[in-house]
């Protein structure tokens, strides 16, 4: 296990109800003035809207609003959230939603107090020292930006979808997780999400470190129970049991917790990115389509790797003879999982052409340091257009 520093100061308040805590918790990291920031008209038909806002009352909290957050969130809405945020002196960011709706609240949060425009801080020009307090009532479970320590935005100059470095002060004072409010999400939200918190450990689980046994086993117990847990909560969206289980996973899935002294991978995420910047597909969606790729593509790297996920993930049976056998076994195991779940795994699903890899090869050269990334296998812009072309097989 390689060394490693490891911090994760948030606060969960989990459970049914708890989002009626949330001016208390505010009150509790010291905000006097809050901007609510969230995304559509969801959170006003589940109730969360209502639920939050009266505890910020209750607790006798002033609030102003930034709404409309889209997926794939853009610097527009960070912009606006900036200037709004320094009209009304608000100490505090409280984003109410999912990770387009978190990440936008923590680029708010440490760009209030800078001069200069908050994209600096993606570019590697100025570096993210502190920020405004942030605090979360999750309605998605998906992203894990919860409890994380990552934020990421699309430029809409340029349509640069870029995360900023990662920092441990962009991670949330507290998160308040009520599973009650994402049993009204649609099937496709629901098994986005899935998809999403699954590559973020498997990102993890792809490692050149040896002699990681327990994190190997917490990302396997997790990705078991994301794999049991989201066709239980499609089936049956009142469900109490798999929601929570859903929503503590995609926290476990990106706090790093299970990423701690091992190597990690990210190439399918920086993948994607393109596809999401291209074609405004949702996240998991193209991690549905791009993962199952990168795996075939990567896999003679390190065969029983794959193997071992799939006898450990998947419960498929070991082909000692032939190992190569079971890994892709598992990879059309995690493919049809996804299908399963309703979710796209080719490329053309998302609207993709193959005429646009060149394209989306070239926009990822645009980021500094953009060639090669992947810490499980190097991939460079070869790499990734073959990558991008085994999706249109799916």
Same mark, same amino acid.
């Given at each position: 296990?390689?060394?490693?520093?490891?911090?994760?100061?948030?606060?969960?308040?989990?459970?049914?109800?708890?989002?009626?805590?949330?001016?208390?918790?505010?009150?509790?990291?010291?905000?006097?003035?809050?901007?609510?920031?969230?995304?559509?008209?969801?959170?006003?038909?589940?109730?969360?809207?209502?639920?939050?806002?009266? &505890?910020?009352?209750?607790?006798?909290?002033?609030?102003?609003?930034?709404?409309?957050?889209?997926?794939?969130?853009? &610097?527009?809405?960070?912009?606006?959230?900036?200037?709004?945020?320094?009209?009304?002196?608000?100490? $505090?960011?409280?984003?109410?939603?999912?990770? &387009?709706?978190?990440?936008?609240?923590?680029?708010?949060?440490?760009?209030?107090?800078?001069?200069?425009? $908050?994209?600096? $801080?993606?570019?590697?020009?100025?570096?993210?020292?502190?920020?405004?307090?942030?605090?979360?009532?999750?309605?998605?479970?998906?992203?894990?930006?919860?409890?994380?320590?990552?934020?990421?935005?699309?430029?809409?100059?340029?349509?640069?979808?870029?995360?900023?470095?990662?920092?441990?002060?962009?991670?949330?004072?507290?998160?308040?997780?009520?599973?009650?409010?994402?049993?009204?999400?649609?099937?496709?939200?629901?098994?986005?999400?899935?998809?999403?918190?699954?590559? !973020?450990?498997?990102?993890?689980?792809? &490692?050149?470190?040896?002699?990681?046994?327990?994190?190997?086993?917490?990302?396997?117990?997790?990705?078991?129970?994301?794999?049991?847990?989201?066709? *239980?909560?499609?089936?049956?969206?009142?469900?109490?049991?798999?929601?929570?289980?859903?929503?503590?996973?995609?926290?476990?899935? !990106?706090?790093?917790?299970?990423?701690?002294?091992?190597?990690?991978?990210?190439?399918?995420?920086?993948?994607?990115?393109?596809?999401?910047?291209?074609?405004?597909?949702?996240?998991?969606?193209?991690?549905?389509?791009?993962?199952?790729?990168?795996?075939?593509?990567?896999?003679? !790297?390190?065969?029983?790797?794959?193997?071992?996920?799939?006898?450990?993930? $998947?419960?498929?049976?070991?082909?000692?003879?032939?190992?190569?056998?079971?890994?892709?076994?598992?990879?059309?195991?995690?493919?049809?999982?996804?299908?399963?779940?309703?979710?796209?795994?080719?490329?053309?699903?998302?609207?993709?052409?193959?005429?646009?890899?060149?394209?989306?090869?070239?926009?990822?050269?645009? *980021?500094?340091?953009?060639?090669?990334?992947?810490?499980?296998?190097?991939?460079?812009?070869?790499?990734?257009?073959?990558?991008?072309?085994?999706?249109?097989?799916?």
């Amino acid at each position: 296990m390689n060394n490693f520093t490891f911090y994760s100061p948030t606060l969960f308040a989990f459970g049914d109800g708890e989002e009626q805590n949330t001016g208390a918790l505010v009150r509790r990291f010291g905000g006097a003035k809050v901007l609510l920031v969230y995304g559509g008209g969801s959170v006003k038909r589940n109730g969360a809207y209502d639920a939050v806002t009266a &505890s910020l009352k209750e607790a006798g909290l002033p609030f102003v609003e930034l709404c409309g957050i889209q997926a794939n969130p853009r &610097s527009g809405k960070v912009y606006e959230g900036i200037e709004l945020a320094r009209q009304n002196n608000c100490d $505090f960011i409280l984003a109410l939603g999912g990770g &387009s709706v978190i990440d936008t609240a923590k680029a708010i949060g440490f760009s209030v107090g800078y001069d200069g425009d $908050f994209w600096d $801080f993606f570019t590697g020009k100025a570096k993210i020292e502190r920020t405004l307090p942030v605090g979360v009532v999750l309605t998605i479970a998906a992203a894990g930006s919860e409890g994380s320590d990552s934020c990421v935005i699309t430029q809409e100059r340029g349509n640069l979808k870029w995360g900023c470095p990662k920092t441990d002060v962009i991670r949330p004072k507290f998160a308040v997780l009520d599973p009650r409010l994402t049993c009204s999400l649609p099937a496709y939200q629901t098994a986005s999400g899935a998809v999403d918190m699954l590559a !973020h450990i498997c990102e993890r689980y792809f &490692s050149n470190t040896p002699d990681v046994a327990l994190t190997d086993r917490l990302c396997e117990a997790l990705l078991k129970t994301i794999v049991e847990a989201a066709p *239980k909560a499609i089936a049956a969206p009142g469900d109490y049991a798999p929601r929570a289980d859903l929503m503590w996973a995609g926290m476990l899935a !990106h706090n790093n917790s299970c990423g701690v002294g091992r190597e990690q991978d990210w190439a399918s995420h920086q993948i994607e990115h393109e596809l999401s910047a291209f074609y405004d597909c949702a996240h998991g969606a193209g991690l549905a389509v791009v993962m199952p790729a990168w795996m075939e593509y990567v896999m003679e !790297h390190d065969v029983m790797r794959f193997a071992r996920f799939a006898v450990n993930v $998947f419960g498929c049976e070991m082909d000692f003879a032939h190992p190569e056998n079971t890994a892709r076994e598992g990879i059309a195991r995690l493919r049809g999982f996804f299908r399963a779940l309703g979710m796209p795994t080719t490329f053309a699903e998302i609207g993709g052409r193959e005429e646009d890899i060149p394209a989306m090869v070239s926009h990822r050269a645009e *980021k500094p340091g953009g060639f090669p990334f992947g810490g499980f296998v190097k991939i460079g812009p070869d790499e990734m257009g073959a990558i991008l072309r085994l999706t249109a097989q799916g």
